[in-house]
């Protein structure tokens, strides 16, 4: 009897497991699961659920983080490029539930990438970048000249 193995579910629950995500792991995701550059729902919260574990993160892990989770909401949804009110809904809650720089980061660039978003959309990520998430006030001194 043959059966298939839920390579992003293994991938993920190892890393949240070993409190780390390396960069090692993060090329292991992009060839085993993301090869196809398809993020599936399901796919896109297993990553939330990482990014929520208050784990340790190597910085490739945001690269990866903020552009698959760019690839599901603005660009495999029809009409490409658009984000619908209910795509926002569910990427402000999953953002919310991490209240971190990399949701943040996330959030950022999905409307840097978006030709439409919804209007109360561009004020929520706006009021995000105020609400003391986690690393980014470390990132914006960090950032400062």
């Not at 043959?2 to 992003?8: A, E, G, K, L, N």
């Not at 409190?19 to 990553?47: P, Q």
């Not at 998430?133 to 960090?142: F, K």
């Amino acid at each position: 009897m043959m059966f298939t193995v839920d390579r992003s579910r293994s991938i993920i629950t190892a890393m949240i497991l070993g409190r780390k995500v390396t960069a090692m792991d993060v090329a292991w995701l992009r060839r085993e699961v993301f090869a196809g550059d398809e993020v599936s729902r399901e796919t896109a919260d297993e990553l939330f659920e990482v990014e929520r574990a208050g784990i340790a993160k190597s910085p490739e892990w945001t690269d990866l983080f903020v552009e698959m989770i760019t690839e599901h909401v603005v660009w495999e949804s029809r009409p490409t490029g658009v984000i619908s009110d209910a795509q926002a809904e569910w990427l402000i809650e999953q953002c919310d539930s991490c209240a971190s720089v990399n949701a943040l980061a996330l959030l950022v660039n999905v409307l840097g990438e978006a030709h439409c978003a919804p209007r109360w959309f561009l004020a929520a990520v706006r009021s995000r970048a105020t609400q003391g998430w986690r690393g980014v006030a470390e990132a914006l001194a960090l950032a400062a000249c």
